[in-house]
């Protein structure tokens, strides 16, 4: 069963504006969650994460948002450049450090157009 | 040098074949993973170590065996290759995994 879900695969946006994207996950011992920027030919890289503590982390133009209470996690990327045009996976930990490896979605991509 | 390197980094195969992906990292993690990618599937976890001494499987193992060289290395094999084993491989390294995970830039394997 898939315990993180991205259920938009992809998602068209103007440059300028915002994208966001979307995450859902049913294991509420996740406790820390990460999004990851994926290239064609290339590994995914680590874009920003989260803790359960917070509600809210921002890093330049990247937000990511959590509700726990609905098991939902956002990314807000403000304003979209055609850079960020990639697959964006989201990632999840049990709030255990350890005997774990990261569960992903299977990722929403993005295209952001001039 | 790339921090995470996989070779080859393409690779066709026929059915029925052994072959091994390769992994290594100058991170000086121990944590090492192979995830395996599809179109429309995500990343899905094959095998995990947190040292040189512990292998675990992941969702995906059947098919699949690691062998965790020394701390640096990282093996992925597959004894006996079938089409739908086509797919694009990463490796990654981490420690502790809340500080991220580093990815090398893939294997395309195609089975034929």
């Known amino acids: 069963d898939q315990q993180v879900k991205q259920n938009s695969p992809s998602l068209s946006v103007q440059e300028g504006r915002i994208s966001i994207l979307n995450c859902d996950y049913t294991n509420s011992m996740f406790d820390y969650f990460l999004w990851y920027k994926k290239y064609p030919a290339e590994g995914p890289t680590f874009l920003i994460s989260i803790s359960s503590i917070k509600d809210k982390n921002e890093d330049g133009r990247f937000t990511v948002f959590l509700n726990k209470s609905a098991k939902h996690l956002s990314l807000h990327i403000v304003p979209s450049q055609p850079g960020d045009s990639a697959v964006y996976f989201c990632a999840a930990l049990p709030n255990s450090n350890s005997g774990y490896a990261l569960n992903f979605g299977k990722g929403t991509s993005l295209l952001v157009t001039p | 040098d790339a921090d995470v390197t996989q070779t080859p980094r393409n690779r066709i195969t026929k059915t029925g074949k052994r072959i091994m992906l390769e992994c290594s990292q100058t991170k000086g993690h121990d944590r090492m993973y192979w995830y395996r990618q599809d179109p429309g599937l995500g990343l899905r976890l094959i095998y995990y170590?947190?040292?040189?001494?512990?292998?675990n499987k992941g969702e995906i193992s059947d098919g699949y065996s690691v062998s965790r060289q020394a701390q640096a290395k990282f093996s992925l094999s597959l004894e006996s290759a079938i089409p739908n084993q086509t797919a694009l491989y990463f490796c990654?390294?981490?420690?502790?995994?809340?500080?991220?995970?580093?990815f090398g830039s893939g294997t395309r394997l195609t089975v034929v």
């Open positions: 170590s947190f040292d040189v001494k512990d292998i």
């Open positions: 990654a390294t981490s420690d502790p995994p809340r500080d991220g995970y580093t």
